[in-house]
Nanobody, 125 residues
Framework: QVQLVESGGGLVQAGDSLRLSCAAS????????MAWFRQAPGKEREFVAA?????????NYADSVKGRFTLSRDGAKNTVYLQMNSLKPEDTAVYSC?????????????????WGQGTQVTVSS
């Protein structure tokens, strides 16, 4: 069973940066692709970014975060990082890490089999 543990959330001001981490464990075949989603109060869960562990292909980003967020991975640490720069109040949400074994790096959350508990990111104006 894949386990995902997020960390790095917090309260920052607009324009600041944060780096989220997602530490993964469990069968590697079940986590060929890793993604970040976010959910703000009263809103549906939203795709943020996804990457393949192998590095094949480019990371996939939502239009709302392109140019500000960068996804990377450290295979030795089994950890995926989401570097978030130029944060805006509308980035405020609970950010969750997700994984699937299908190499899928798209926005359909139903395709991801495993989820972390989430970490809160709050951006004040």
């Amino acid at each position: 069973q894949v386990q995902l543990v997020e960390s790095g959330g917090g309260l920052v001001q607009a324009g600041d940066s944060l780096r989220l981490s997602c530490a993964a464990s469990g069968p590697t075949a079940s986590r060929n692709a890793m993604a970040w989603f976010r959910q703000a109060p009263g809103k549906e869960r939203e795709f943020v970014a996804a990457i393949r562990w192998s590095g094949a292909g480019m990371p996939n980003y939502a239009d709302s975060v392109k140019g500000r967020f960068t996804l990377s991975r450290d295979g030795a640490k089994n950890t995926v990082y989401l570097q978030m720069n130029s944060l805006k109040p509308e980035d405020t949400a609970v950010y969750s890490c997700a994984a699937n074994g299908a190499w899928y790096v798209g926005p359909r959350d139903s395709t991801y089999d495993f989820w972390g508990q989430g970490t809160q990111v709050t951006v004040s104006s």
